[in-house]
């Protein structure tokens, strides 16, 4: 990553969530700015406002139900990034709500957790790479540790000058492994699978459209029952950044 302080983007988010036979769509819109350079850290200060979100049922129709929770309208944050596009430090989040705070932290600490990351060194088509990263996961009170490992590879670039981008492919697994945990629960076992493509822009890092589909499956076994209630989840998302021009 080695946007210049000063570049502005624009971000589009399309989410379709999928779980007992239940489809919601999640649109966001938002900008995000780069505040600073440095130079020595090879590090960037970037800034992320949500302008708008929206969330309906799978014919587009408003959910006949209260989203005022998930709404996070206005409320920004800010990271520090290094080349790899890897969170440094804490991700700050502000513009909350009472309504939206739960829903702002869990996003904050997703953001701060990013596992998606560009390569170490200069890559060509047919490279490939790979990364194990440790995550914490908020469940009833909770934080269970998840381990994810992720794979990449270049299956070539697109555009000529400015515009030229390499085309990325991925692949992974994040595992939270039986644990016991308090709340009144009992044990629960999380697997998700993830897979996705992305084209990123060679100048900046941060131009593209990063597309992903998790299957995500968890298994609770409450304390008294003999068998654990198994839950299944498809998340599939898109998102796209494109420069703002002044």
């Not at 934080?143 to 991925?170: H, I, S």
Request: a negative charge.
């Amino acid at each position: 990553v080695q946007a210049p302080a000063g570049a502005r983007y624009g971000t589009t988010t399309h989410v379709i969530t999928e779980t007992a036979g239940v489809r919601v769509l999640t649109d966001s819109i938002g900008t995000m700015s780069v505040e600073s350079f440095d130079p020595e850290a090879h590090t960037l200060g970037v800034f992320s406002t949500v302008s708008s979100i929206r969330q309906t049922d799978a014919d587009g129709r408003p959910l006949h139900v209260d989203i005022s929770h998930f709404d996070l309208t206005g409320v920004s944050f800010r990271r520090t990034i290094d080349q790899r596009g890897t969170v440094v430090g804490r991700v700050e989040a502000t513009g909350m709500t009472e309504t939206n705070a739960a829903i702002a932290e869990t996003i904050r600490s997703t953001i701060e957790q990013s596992f998606i990351k560009l390569p170490e060194e200069p890559v060509g088509a047919g490279d490939s790479w790979s990364d194990r990263v440790p995550l914490s996961v908020p469940v009833e009170g909770n934080v269970l540790p998840m381990l994810c490992t992720m794979r990449y590879r270049v299956l070539g670039t697109e555009g000529t000058g400015d515009a030229l981008a390499a085309r990325l492919e991925l692949d992974g697994e994040c595992d939270v492994p039986e644990t016991t945990i308090g709340g009144g629960v009992g044990a629960i076992a999380i697997t998700s699978h993830t897979t996705g493509n992305w084209v990123v822009s060679v100048r900046d890092g941060l131009t593209g459209t990063l597309a992903t589909t998790s299957d995500t499956t968890t298994n609770i076994l409450l304390r008294g029952e003999a068998a654990p209630r198994t839950t299944t989840m498809r998340q599939s998302s898109t998102t796209v950044t494109t420069p703002l021009l002044d």
